[in-house]
Structure formats: structure tokens, C-alpha cells
Nanobody, 127 residues
């Protein structure tokens, strides 16, 4: 059974950095998209960064481009999200996600296409 377990969340001041990790266990070969989503209170869960596990192409929400970097290790057992120059608007619960059913496109992945979620890790950025 595939499991995603996030870690690395916390509280930082604006301008600070955090690095989130997602430990992947089990077979994920059929899930071509791995990514990070976030959800703020009262808001819809949104895609932050997605990576195509087959070739390494990455996709970012406009709000985080230039500040966040998604990456994975060669064994594809760990997914990271390096978050720099954090802003209060980045506050929310961050979820690791995997997707790969027919018709899924990593470049436009939204929460409706995600097959598997982690339990989430909280990120709080204060001004």
C-alpha cells in the first residue's frame, strides 16, 4: 500500500525559509505526477508545485514561482518542497499528493485528479 508522510512544517517569520519533505512508501510507478498542495482556512485546496516523475518537469503556481522549488530523489522515495522568502499568504496546511490515472496532466493538476494524499503538515508565516 502506498503511503505519503509529510514533515518539515512549522512557524516562521515573513522572509524565512522552510523545507518540506514527503516520504513515499510503496509502489508509485503508475503515479506520474507528484506534488504539493496547500489549503488555507476557508479556502479551496490549491496546487502549489507539481513534478512529472518520469522526466522531472516541474510546474508552479504563479504565486510561488521564483520562491519555491520542488524536487525528488533518484529513487523517488522522497519529495521535497524548498520554500524561500515566505509570505503570510503562504500560511496553510501543506499536503503531499500523487496522481496518475488516465487523463491526468501534471501541468494542470488540480485536487480533483489526485489519487493519494498525505496527512498534511502545517506552515504558518507571520508578518
Amino acid at each position: 500500500q502506498v503511503r505519503l508522510v509529510e514533515s518539515g512544517g512549522g512557524s516562521v517569520q515573513a522572509g524565512g525559509s522552510l523545507r518540506l519533505s514527503c516520504a513515499v512508501s510503496g509502489y508509485t510507478g503508475s503515479r506520474k505526477c507528484m506534488g504539493w498542495f496547500r489549503q488555507a482556512p476557508g479556502k479551496e485546496r490549491e496546487s502549489v508545485a507539481v513534478i512529472y516523475t518520469g522526466g522531472g518537469s516541474t510546474y508552479y503556481a504563479d504565486s510561488v514561482k521564483g520562491r519555491f522549488t520542488i524536487s525528488q530523489d533518484n529513487a523517488k522515495t522522497t519529495l521535497w518542497l524548498q520554500m524561500n522568502n515566505l509570505e503570510p499568504e503562504d500560511t496553510g496546511m501543506y499536503y503531499c499528493a500523487a496522481a496518475g490515472r488516465s487523463g491526468t496532466y501534471c501541468s494542470t493538476l488540480n485536487h480533483g485528479w489526485v489519487d493519494l494524499w498525505g496527512q498534511g503538515t502545517q506552515v504558518t508565516v507571520s508578518s
